[in-house]
């Protein structure tokens, strides 16, 4: 505990030296709001002859430019600026975003304004893991994004309680403007509890896994839409008492390199809570390079599509998981009942090699993009101001599990479907309150804090 402490203390000393170092570039956020005239754009389609941001404290003008796929030589339509400043907003770096056209003399100037977030949080937390009200977590974190203007975050902490575990993560998802790189680093040492259902009915007990892994990864952004990373990482998982496929080694030990390429789709107007756009991941991991017994592969597929019908606006997700390799060790399988929830079987967990996961909702806003600010004396504005946004919705869930040499008419099917509201505190939380129902037409009351789609 004295070196974690330590660790912390030397991290912000660090970081206050950094800050300290920093120089803002404030020059191109400055126009003269007095001799600006707002256009109203609902019937006109206008040619934009220059862009100016305001409020850009600290976040590079680079950082936000880069969301704004604008063309200067064409007009721009309403659609388009609601466009961009939804994904400003989805940077996750300002409270508050708004884009407008001043006319200025001959020429028409688009207005980016901007109110920065807070940025530092070297904070005690209190959580829950796995979406799981029994399972709390706490500890300290100090987490710290748009380091140096370059909408980077900084993760580093350690958690007791449920699952404890240290953990640094660096992601730079601008680490070259020039040549649109991203990269991103991370380390994480945990002691976990076992998650497989099936490891568990060897000797009917729950056991505890070692768990260790250091990944450092670098990817492009093709365009605005299209990215791809690859990483390497050492993983390293040691269980209390060896059991077949509990780990594939009999030692009880599995020590392995991974390799990790994923692809990135991404025209979602805002990612937290999207109202047009497609998003679609693929991911393969290979577990297992060199001369070692482990030896398993790992593709992630999900799809997501949105768009209005007026009110409401339809979503719709698929997401699949295939396990395959010689040997398929219990915690490589893939699961509903943690990350992944069935609603109408929100408690419940399904273990399986491979499954494929199907989301379909309606949702009707309520509240968007409410903007409201606590008065509290000593407190920096950035802190008490929030963005909520507030819907009510239907939905249907189905999934199928799938495992090794098992024929398909066999697949296990899930589903439910219900109805709830969504509380989405940007840039922070999301709340669901849902009531659902299973295939047996079974009630469930829902409680979840995690992003509505």
């Known amino acids: 505990m004295k070196f974690l402490i330590l660790f912390f203390l030397l991290v912000i000393i660090f970081i206050n030296h950094l800050f300290a170092s920093v120089i803002i570039d404030t020059s191109y956020s400055v126009i003269d709001s007095t001799h600006s005239k707002k256009e109203d754009l609902e019937n006109n389609n206008l040619i934009i002859h220059e862009i100016r941001i305001i409020g850009n404290q600290k976040t590079k003008k680079e950082t936000i430019l880069r969301e704004v796929n604008l063309d200067l030589s064409k007009p721009i339509s309403p659609d388009r600026l609601k466009f961009f400043e939804n994904r400003i907003l989805s940077l996750g770096l300002f409270n508050d975003v708004k884009i ?156 392995a390199i991974s390799f990790q390429f994923n692809y990135i789709y991404d025209t979602r107007d805002f990612t937290a809570y999207p109202k047009s756009g497609a998003n679609l991941n693929i991911a393969y991991k290979k577990v297992g390079l060199g001369e070692t017994v482990v030896d398993f592969n790992i593709l992630e597929v999900e799809a997501k599509k949105i768009f209005s019908l007026g009110n409401p606006v339809f979503y719709l997700r698929n997401y699949s998981r295939v396990l395959v390799g010689p040997q398929l060790p219990y915690y490589a399988n893939s699961f509903i009942g943690y990350r992944e929830r069935l609603r109408g079987y929100f408690n419940d967990i399904f273990e399986s090699n491979s499954l494929n996961f199907s989301n379909l909702e309606f949702r009707f806003p309520l509240i968007e993009k409410y903007v409201f600010k606590f008065n509290l004396p000593y407190i920096p504005e950035e802190l008490i101001t929030y963005n909520l946004n507030v819907d009510f919705h239907t939905f249907f869930d189905i999934a199928f599990l799938v495992n090794k040499n098992q024929v398909l008419k066999k697949t296990r099917a899930l589903n439910g479907f219900g109805f709830g509201f969504s509380f989405l505190l ?28």
Do not use: C, M
């Open 100 to 255: 407008f056209v001043s006319k200025e003399a001959d020429k028409n100037v688009l207005i980016i304004f901007v109110q920065e977030a807070w940025y530092i949080w070297p904070l005690p937390f209190v959580d829950i893991a796995d979406r799981d009200w029994k399972k709390i977590t706490y500890g300290l974190n100090l987490g710290i994004q748009n380091l140096t203007g370059k909408n980077e975050s900084l993760n580093t902490g350690f958690s007791l309680g449920y699952d404890p575990k240290f953990y640094l993560s660096y992601y730079n998802p601008n680490f070259s403007f020039e040549h649109n790189l991203i990269l991103k680093l991370r380390t994480v040492l945990q002691k976990r509890n076992n998650r497989s259902i099936e490891a568990i009915k060897i000797n009917n007990k729950n056991f505890s896994e070692k768990y260790y892994a250091f990944e450092i990864g670098i990817g492009k952004r093709l365009n605005i839409f299209n990215f791809i990373t690859s990483s390497i990482a050492f993983e390293y998982l040691q269980t209390e008492e060896y059991y077949p496929l509990r780990t594939v080694s009999n030692t009880g030990i599995d020590r």
């Open 426 to 453: 940007l840039p922070y939380r999301s709340l669901n309150i849902e009531v659902a129902w299973n295939q047996l037409l079974k009630p469930q009351f829902i409680f979840d804090l995690n992003l509505p789609f």
